[in-house]
C-alpha cells in the first residue's frame, strides 16, 4: 500500500484556501482544488471525526456530538475518548484486513484510547486522589509519548484549550506527527491542527494570520510526508460561523416547571433525574431529553421560541435518529448560539462555571476561551496556592455569553464556509464526508 497522509485542520473551509495558505494552496492547485464538501450534523469534531472514519452518519456510529446524556447513568458526558463509544468499521481496520503489512498512526484525533493502531498519541491528564490534576499526553505504545516530549518537550496543553488556546498545541502535535511520519513510515497517518478554531470562535472568522499559522503547521506535515513519499489529503470538520447572540434552552425549560436543579454549597447542579425536560447543548445544536414520551410535543412547542426542534422520527431527516441523541434535537438560528446555562442567578452558579471543566459541564462552553476581566491577578494566586500544594479553584472563566463571536454545528449557508477537501492527486474528490473513508482505502491501493 502506498502511505497516505490525512492531515485534520479544523476550521478551514474552500474559501480559506488562498494567499493566506500557500502550501495549502499549492496542494489544491496541484491536485483536486479545493473542494467543498457536505459535512455532517452536528458540525461538531466528534461526530465528524467518526463519519469521516466510518462513512456512516451520526446515527449509525453513535458520536451524535462532542457529548451526551447517558440514560443508563443519568449523567451527561463530554469528550469521552473510547474508541469502543464508535460503531462501525474504522478506515484502518478495513485497511489491515486488505493487507496484513499495513501500519496506522494517529496523532491527536478523538476516540484515540483503544483504536486499532500501530501508533497514537492524545491528550490525557492525570487526577489525583485529592482533585489535583496534572496536564500529560498518553500514547501507544507508552514509551512514545516520553520519547516525543523529550524531542519537543512538554506538551503546551495550556494552548491545547482555555483562555490560553493557540498556535503552540498546533506547532507541537505538527512537529511531533512530521517526527512519527519520518521514524515509523506508517501507511496511513491522521493529524489533528486544532487552533484555527479558537480564535475564530473567540472573535469570529477571517483572521488572515491565524491563517498564515495553521498553513506553516500543516507545511511541516507535507514536507515529512514528501520524505516518505506518502500523498498528502486535508480534511476539515465544519468551518466557523459568526454569530451575535447566545440562546439559552435550559433557562426556557426550567422557566417552564421542566428543568429541576439541586441547590448546594457549591451551587445549583442540574437534576437530571428530577427534570422533566432539559438540554445538551453543543455549539448551534442542542440535545433535549425529555423523561415523559407523551410531553415532547409540549416541549418541542415551547423549544420553537428560541431555534427549530426536531422530534421523534423527524430527527432521521438530521441523521441523528439514534438513543443517544435528545428525543428533540434543537437547531439555533445561524446567527446563534446554545449555551448551557440553567442558573438563573449566577451568584449561584455552579462552581465549575467559571473553571476550565470540559468533563464536569453538561454542555460545551466555548467561554473557556476567555479569561474573565480583571481575572489575571486571581490566577496568578491560584497557580502560587497550586505549588504550595493547597487546593484550589481556578475560577477564571467569564459568565458573559456575549463574549463568542464564532460557532458551529449546523450546515453552512454557503458550501464554501464549510469543511473543505483537498488531495494532492488530481482527480481525487470528496464532495460528502460520509466518502472520506472509502476515498482513503482507494488512496491506499494506489
Not at 497522509?5 to 499549492?26: E, I, K, M, S
Request: net charge positive; aromatic share 10%.
Amino acid at each position: 500500500m502506498p502511505p497516505v497522509v490525512l492531515l485534520n485542520v479544523v476550521g478551514l473551509t474552500p474559501r480559506q484556501v488562498g494567499a493566506d495558505t500557500p502550501r495549502l494552496r499549492a496542494l489544491a492547485d496541484g491536485g483536486s482544488g479545493a473542494v467543498a464538501m457536505k459535512g455532517v450534523l452536528p458540525a461538531v469534531t466528534c461526530s465528524a471525526q467518526a463519519t469521516m472514519l466510518t462513512g456512516l452518519a451520526p446515527q449509525d456510529h453513535g458520536a451524535v456530538g462532542n457529548g451526551w446524556f447517558h440514560r443508563e447513568t443519568g449523567e451527561v458526558r463530554f469528550w469521552l475518548q473510547s474508541n469502543a463509544l464508535v460503531a462501525g468499521e474504522k478506515v484502518y481496520e478495513a485497511a489491515r484486513k486488505r493487507d496484513a503489512a499495513f501500519t496506522c498512526a494517529k496523532m491527536f484525533w478523538w476516540f484515540n484510547q483503544g483504536a486499532r493502531v500501530d501508533w497514537s498519541v492524545t491528550p490525557k491528564p492525570h487526577y489525583g486522589a485529592d482533585g489535583s490534576k496534572v496536564f500529560d499526553i498518553l500514547s501507544n505504545p507508552p514509551e512514545l509519548a516520553r520519547e516525543l516530549t523529550a524531542k519537543h518537550g512538554e506538551f503546551p496543553f495550556f494552548s491545547f484549550w482555555g483562555p490560553k488556546a493557540g498556535l503552540p498545541s498546533s506547532d507541537w502535535i505538527a512537529r511531533a506527527s512530521a517526527d512519527v511520519i519520518r521514524r515509523f513510515k506508517p501507511t496511513l497517518t491522521l493529524v489533528y491542527l486544532p487552533h484555527l478554531d479558537y480564535d475564530h470562535q473567540r472573535f469570529g472568522p477571517g483572521n488572515p494570520a491565524l491563517l498564515r499559522e495553521v498553513d506553516a503547521c500543516a507545511g511541516l506535515v507535507m514536507d515529512a510526508a514528501r520524505d516518505i513519499g506518502a500523498s498528502v489529503a486535508v480534511v476539515s470538520e465544519y468551518g466557523i460561523a459568526p454569530v451575535s447572540r447566545a440562546l439559552f434552552p435550559n433557562r426556557l425549560l426550567r422557566s417552564k416547571g421542566w428543568l429541576a436543579v439541586r441547590d448546594g454549597p457549591f451551587g445549583e447542579m442540574l437534576d437530571t433525574f428530577g427534570s422533566k425536560a432539559f438540554a445538551v447543548a453543543d455549539h448551534q445544536v442542542a440535545h433535549v431529553y425529555v423523561r415523559d414520551i407523551a410531553s415532547v410535543s409540549a416541549v418541542a412547542g415551547a423549544l420553537r421560541e428560541i431555534g427549530t426542534p426536531f422530534a421523534g422520527s423527524a430527527r432521521r431527516e438530521l441523521g441523528l435518529d439514534s438513543h443517544r441523541a435528545g428525543d428533540i434535537v434543537l437547531l439555533a438560528p445561524h446567527d446563534a448560539w446554545f449555551s448551557y446555562d440553567y442558573w438563573d442567578d449566577d451568584r449561584r452558579a455552579p462552581d465549575f462555571a467559571r473553571t476550565v471543566d470540559i468533563h464536569r459541564k453538561p454542555g460545551y462552553d466555548p467561554r473557556e476561551l476567555f479569561m474573565a476581566k480583571g481575572a489575571a491577578p486571581k490566577a496568578a494566586t491560584r497557580l502560587l496556592q497550586k505549588k504550595l500544594g493547597f487546593r484550589y479553584l481556578m475560577d477564571v472563566v467569564p459568565l458573559d455569553a456575549s463574549l463568542v463571536k464564532g460557532s458551529h454545528g449546523l450546515e453552512p449557508a454557503d458550501p464554501q464556509d464549510g469543511p473543505v477537501w483537498i488531495s494532492g492527486q488530481k482527480g481525487v474528490r470528496v464532495r460528502d464526508m460520509k466518502d472520506v473513508k472509502t476515498t482513503l482505502l482507494d488512496l491506499l491501493k494506489g
